[in-house]
């Protein structure tokens, strides 16, 4: 049966080509004897079995309807089954084009391949290639427009065709919107939309920039003119609902410069990120500017802030190496003391902004007796308020359970900060009032510290801003206060910190109150941790290792130990001669090590470590003080868990140290915490 079909296909009076296409690859299977006739009569190549089918169409086929036959051919063996089409193949020896036209039908195969059935006629001088020009002009054109369409997923086309002036729409997307005709004249499509669908401020621009002498001008030096402009349609998918924001690509479609594409791409979403990206940039660098001035003037006040005790500590240290009047020399020594606990407040209040600005600063909550802590807090600040004349008033009658659970540490400093400032700003004869009472607040706020003094007042163009970091009111009739600036800033962030809140109400010559709420966790007095107290008795004769390498710092201690509390003082410069002394003493030869943090050679904290791991009953048992400057709340919890027991920040404190000592001692001496390091 299949050669009674290709005898049959030999000997038809018209042209047939069986083609085969199996694994993606197509090629000439037969052409019948009428075929090979009507090549030879047109001086073509003769077609020959085994082609390629696309080598056939390389040589056969004019190459401006190369992509359109290929397109028509891939149809007919993927999807379609069957095709008609015309073509223009190569020019006659007269140059004149030669028109074909095709039928093909594509039947599948047992083994997965697809034959073709091709028949082909030469219609050059039918009526139908004299009017199908521009028509199979345009199919061939719109082929190879969508492949490219297609691949960069641009919103829809059209095609200009510059020998008629004919527009040509080809809509990729079924969304897309504000579309000309399917076909119609170019300036008169350019007439009617742009009122109709371009945003009114967007029109001009559109009127200038798409005249054809505009782009053509434009195309001589630019590969791709690209036009953006916004419709009246809003994309209602984006927040705010923004005009549709396009970009029209042209370009011409062949070396031949005879049609030109126009590309268009909705580019609001694009645009829209672009702005906010823009806004977030903007945002960034405004932040950055803000930081940049807050350096400048962070740097400026520390500048001036740290120069003022400075000035104090050496300007009265000169004084007194001078001074042979020991009254006034102790005087000035009282006052380079007060000059470097300025200079402590001032580091101390730096390093609490850091942790601030950082994200570092974390709460730690424990139990404890908070009517002792109001004591404490008040017996601190009481001594300021009767020096200056002002009469405190405590009231903390209805502060609800003694005991809670919270930050002492910042509970303490928040208060004290209130109070110091009252005290400062109220002149001799008024009152400062401090008081604690319960309340039933918003959400979990149980408690209310108010702070209220007579004093100054704040000026109501100053108040907005009297939280920001260095705020200092200024105005006649205001002292010259010491201090960062700080305080009040640090207050409000530790308010935050504790999920409370912070007002504060003012009038000039009357007086300012503070009001904290705060929820705070009540407790009980079994949930609060024994705390260990400290003793004043002596520590003469207490034997005590100290690893410090900083001469001046090994200086201060050893004379407040020796010269004042009568210990025994060993000295060791590092890490590693700390550790090489313990381990070549008796045991039981040290009382304590005083142990600090930075060192060279080996630092504290290993140092610790090696020390705990000797194989010596008191390696395991000696209490170890860390000396340090960090006072971050993650530096302490790095030297308890290296075995140390308890830590002294520096500048220590003679009496603190002496206090800390004689606590260590006791314990040490009666084992009594039952203590074990293993």
Same mark, same amino acid.
Request: negative net charge.
């Given at each position: 049966m299949? $050669?009674?079909?290709?005898r049959?296909?030999?000997?038809?009076?018209?042209?047939?080509?069986?083609?085969?296409?199996?694994?993606?690859?197509?090629?000439?299977?037969?052409?019948?004897d009428h075929l090979v006739?009507?090549?030879g009569?047109?001086?073509?190549?003769?077609?020959?079995?085994?082609?390629p089918?696309?080598?056939?169409?390389e040589?056969?086929v004019h190459p401006e309807?190369?992509?359109?036959?290929?397109a028509?051919?891939?149809?007919?063996?993927?999807?379609k089954?069957?095709?008609?089409?015309?073509?223009?193949g190569?020019d006659?020896?007269?140059g004149?084009p030669?028109w074909?036209s095709?039928?093909?039908?594509?039947?599948?195969?047992a083994?997965?391949?697809?034959v073709?059935?091709t028949?082909?006629?030469?219609?050059?001088?039918?009526?139908?290639?004299?009017?199908?020009?521009?028509?199979?002009?345009?199919?061939?054109?719109?082929r190879?427009?969508?492949g490219?369409?297609v #691949?960069?997923?641009?919103?829809?086309?059209?095609?200009?065709?510059?020998t008629t002036n004919?527009?040509?729409?080809?809509q990729?997307?079924?969304?897309?919107v504000?579309?000309?005709?399917a076909?119609s004249?170019?300036d008169?499509t350019n007439? /009617?939309?742009?009122?109709?669908?371009?945003l009114?401020?967007d029109q001009?621009?559109?009127?200038r920039?798409?005249?054809l002498a505009?782009?053509?001008?434009?195309?001589?030096?630019?590969?791709?003119v690209?036009?953006?402009?916004r419709?009246?349609? &809003?994309d209602h998918?984006?927040?705010?609902?923004?005009?549709?924001?396009?970009?029209m690509s042209?370009f011409?479609?062949?070396?031949?410069?005879?049609?030109l594409?126009?590309?268009?791409?909705d580019i609001?979403?694009?645009r829209?990120?672009?702005?906010e990206q823009?806004?977030?940039?903007?945002r960034?660098?405004?932040a950055a500017?803000?930081? /940049?001035?807050?350096?400048q003037?962070?740097?400026?006040?520390m500048?001036?802030?740290?120069?003022t005790?400075?000035n104090g500590?050496?300007?009265?240290?000169?004084?007194?190496?001078?001074? &042979?009047?020991?009254?006034r020399r102790?005087?000035?020594l009282?006052?380079?003391?007060a000059?470097?606990?300025l200079?402590l $407040?001032?580091?101390?209040d730096v390093?609490?902004?850091s942790?601030?600005?950082?994200?570092?600063?974390?709460?730690h909550?424990q139990?404890?007796?908070?009517?002792e802590l109001?004591?404490?807090?008040?017996?601190?600040?009481?001594?300021?308020?009767?020096?200056?004349?002002?009469?405190?008033?405590? $009231?903390i009658?209805?502060?609800?359970?003694?005991y809670?659970?919270a930050?002492?540490? &910042?509970?303490?400093?928040?208060i004290?900060?209130?109070l110091?400032?009252?005290?400062?700003?109220?002149?001799?004869?008024?009152?400062?009032?401090y008081?604690?009472?319960?309340?039933?607040?918003?959400?979990?706020?149980?408690? /209310?510290?108010?702070v209220?003094?007579?004093?100054?007042?704040?000026?109501s163009?100053?108040?907005?801003?009297?939280?920001?970091?260095?705020?200092q009111?200024?105005?006649?009739?205001?002292?010259?206060?010491?201090?960062t600036?700080?305080g009040?800033?640090i207050?409000k962030?530790?308010v935050?910190?504790m999920?409370g809140?912070?007002?504060?109400q003012?009038?000039?010559g009357k007086?300012?109150?503070f009001?904290?709420?705060?929820?705070?966790?009540?407790?009980?007095e079994?949930?609060?941790?024994?705390?260990?107290?400290?003793?004043?008795a002596?520590?003469?004769g207490m034997?005590?290792l100290?690893?410090e390498?900083?001469?001046?710092?090994?200086e201060?201690?050893?004379?407040?130990l020796?010269e004042?509390? *009568?210990?025994h003082?060993v /000295?060791?410069?590092?890490g590693?001669?700390?550790?090489?002394?313990f381990?070549s003493s008796?045991?039981?030869?040290?009382?304590?090590?005083?142990?600090?943090?930075r060192?060279?050679?080996?630092?504290?904290?290993?140092?610790t470590r090696?020390?705990r791991?000797l194989e010596r009953e008191? #390696?395991?048992?000696?209490?170890?003080?860390?000396l340090t400057?960090d006072a971050y709340a993650?530096d302490?919890?790095?030297?308890?868990e290296? *075995?140390?027991? $308890?830590h002294?920040s520096?500048p220590?404190?003679?009496k603190?140290?002496?206090?800390?000592?004689?606590?260590w001692s006791?314990?040490?001496?009666?084992?009594?915490?039952g203590?074990?390091?293993g």
């Amino acid at each position: 049966m299949r $050669d009674d079909l290709t005898r049959a296909i030999q000997r038809l009076p018209i042209d047939v080509v069986v083609t085969r296409w199996h694994d993606g690859h197509a090629h000439v299977e037969q052409v019948n004897d009428h075929l090979v006739t009507s090549l030879g009569r047109l001086g073509f190549a003769p077609i020959t079995e085994g082609q390629p089918v696309d080598d056939l169409i390389e040589r056969g086929v004019h190459p401006e309807d190369r992509s359109m036959v290929r397109a028509e051919v891939n149809d007919l063996f993927s999807e379609k089954g069957v095709g008609s089409f015309i073509f223009r193949g190569p020019d006659d020896v007269a140059g004149a084009p030669l028109w074909f036209s095709c039928h093909s039908q594509a039947i599948d195969q047992a083994d997965g391949s697809k034959v073709a059935y091709t028949i082909f006629f030469n219609c050059t001088d039918d009526d139908i290639a004299r009017h199908a020009t521009s028509d199979v002009t345009r199919r061939g054109t719109e082929r190879r427009v969508l492949g490219k369409l297609v #691949a960069y997923g641009f919103d829809n086309a059209s095609y200009l065709d510059l020998t008629t002036n004919r527009l040509y729409l080809v809509q990729v997307r079924d969304e897309s919107v504000a579309l000309p005709p399917a076909e119609s004249d170019y300036d008169e499509t350019n007439e /009617r939309s742009i009122p109709i669908f371009i945003l009114e401020e967007d029109q001009d621009y559109c009127r200038r920039e798409f005249q054809l002498a505009r782009i053509l001008e434009r195309l001589e030096h630019e590969p791709v003119v690209s036009l953006f402009y916004r419709l009246k349609d &809003r994309d209602h998918t984006l927040p705010g609902s923004p005009h549709r924001y396009m970009r029209m690509s042209v370009f011409y479609l062949t070396k031949a410069r005879d049609a030109l594409v126009f590309c268009r791409s909705d580019i609001t979403q694009i645009r829209e990120r672009e702005r906010e990206q823009r806004e977030k940039l903007e945002r960034a660098l405004d932040a950055a500017e803000e930081a /940049r001035v807050a350096e400048q003037a962070f740097l400026a006040n520390m500048s001036h802030d740290m120069r003022t005790p400075l000035n104090g500590i050496l300007g009265f240290a000169d004084l007194a190496l001078s001074e &042979r009047d020991p009254t006034r020399r102790d005087d000035y020594l009282r006052k380079i003391r007060a000059s470097g606990n300025l200079m402590l $407040d001032l580091v101390n209040d730096v390093l609490d902004m850091s942790k601030i600005a950082s994200g570092k600063m974390e709460l730690h909550q424990q139990v404890f007796d908070v009517q002792e802590l109001s004591r404490n807090i008040v017996d601190t600040i009481g001594v300021a308020a009767t020096e200056k004349g002002i009469d405190l008033v405590v $009231d903390i009658s209805d502060s609800g359970a003694r005991y809670i659970c919270a930050d002492r540490l &910042r509970l303490h400093q928040l208060i004290l900060n209130l109070l110091t400032n009252a005290v400062k700003f109220t002149p001799a004869g008024g009152t400062v009032t401090y008081r604690v009472s319960t309340v039933a607040g918003p959400g979990d706020v149980n408690r /209310r510290i108010e702070v209220i003094d007579t004093g100054i007042g704040i000026d109501s163009e100053f108040l907005p801003r009297i939280f920001e970091s260095f705020a200092q009111e200024r105005r006649d009739g205001i002292p010259v206060q010491r201090g960062t600036g700080l305080g009040l800033s640090i207050v409000k962030s530790i308010v935050g910190l504790m999920g409370g809140t912070i007002e504060v109400q003012s009038e000039v010559g009357k007086g300012t109150a503070f009001t904290v709420l705060l929820p705070i966790q009540e407790a009980t007095e079994h949930e609060a941790p024994a705390t260990r107290q400290r003793r004043t008795a002596s520590i003469a004769g207490m034997r005590v290792l100290l690893c410090e390498d900083n001469d001046l710092n090994a200086e201060i201690c050893e004379t407040v130990l020796r010269e004042r509390a *009568g210990a025994h003082v060993v /000295r060791a410069h590092d890490g590693t001669e700390g550790v090489e002394r313990f381990e070549s003493s008796e045991e039981g030869a040290f009382d304590l090590i005083l142990m600090d943090v930075r060192m060279p050679v080996m630092n504290g904290i290993d140092a610790t470590r090696r020390i705990r791991a000797l194989e010596r009953e008191d #390696a395991r048992t000696i209490p170890i003080v860390a000396l340090t400057a960090d006072a971050y709340a993650e530096d302490i919890r790095r030297c308890t868990e290296a *075995g140390m027991d $308890d830590h002294l920040s520096k500048p220590v404190d003679p009496k603190t140290l002496i206090e800390t000592l004689a606590t260590w001692s006791q314990a040490h001496d009666t084992d009594s915490d039952g203590r074990h390091h293993g």
